[in-house]
Structure formats: C-alpha cells, structure tokens
C-alpha cells in the first residue's frame, strides 16, 4: 500500500502566502514524478505543478512565477511553496505521485485526500 498525506491548507487573505506538504509513505520503490493538482468547485481538476525525480519541474500558466515546487527525497516529501495569492487560487489542492512499490516492475499513479485552500479577505 502506499498513501499520500498532505497538509497546510487554510484561509489566507489575498496576496497571502502558504506551503503544502505531501508525504508519501508505504511500500515504496521508487517514486517518479511528484505533483500538485487543484479543483475548485464545479470545475476540472487541473495541474498546478509537477517535479520530475530528475529535478525539472513544470507549472500551470496561471502559477507560474507565484507557485514553487521542490521535492525532498529523503523524506519521500513534496512542497508547494505559494505566494501572491488570489482569490481563484481557492480550491482543494491535491498530490499526486508516481510511485513504483516493492516487489513490483511498474508504477502507478496515488492521490492524496486533498486539503482545501481559501483566499479570501
């Protein structure tokens, strides 16, 4: 089994700032890819940010220059580092990982249980 817990969500004013924390644990391998993913309600969820084990990192259009994130290995943990804030950043953050368990020759695709981020004055 493996599983993804995340933390630091909250209410935050406009222009505030805040950090995510994902920690993956379980039966682990190896883990690939590591992300963060959003939904707001009555919309899709979408990709905010991923980081490859290799280090680069990709981010929505919409966070890009606000949003950073960065990976501990160590730790089997990924941030999401947010600043600047606006309001249509409220959603429910989710992470996701890439993660390959032991005993096994592929990988998989986890979710975490989200943790909702509000922006708001």
């Known amino acids: 089994q493996v599983q993804l817990v995340e933390s630091g969500g909250g209410l935050v004013q406009p222009g505030g700032s805040l950090r995510l924390s994902c920690v993956v644990s379980?039966?682990?391998?190896?883990?690939?890819?590591m992300g963060w993913y959003r939904q707001a309600p009555g919309k899709l969820r979408e990709l905010v940010a991923v980081?490859?084990?290799?280090?680069?990192?990709n981010y929505a259009d919409a966070v890009k220059g606000r949003f950073t994130i960065s990976r501990d290995s160590a730790k089997n943990t990924v941030y999401l580092e947010m600043n600047s804030l606006k309001p249509e950043d409220t959603a429910v953050y989710f992470c996701?990982?890439?993660?390959?368990?032991?005993?096994?020759?592929?990988?998989?695709?986890?979710w975490g249980q989200g943790t909702q981020v509000t922006v708001s004055s």
């Open positions: 996701n990982a890439d993660v390959q368990r032991l005993g096994y020759g592929w990988s998989s695709q986890y």
């Open positions: 980081t490859q084990s290799g280090g680069s990192t």
């Open positions: 379980g039966s682990i391998f190896k883990i690939n890819g």
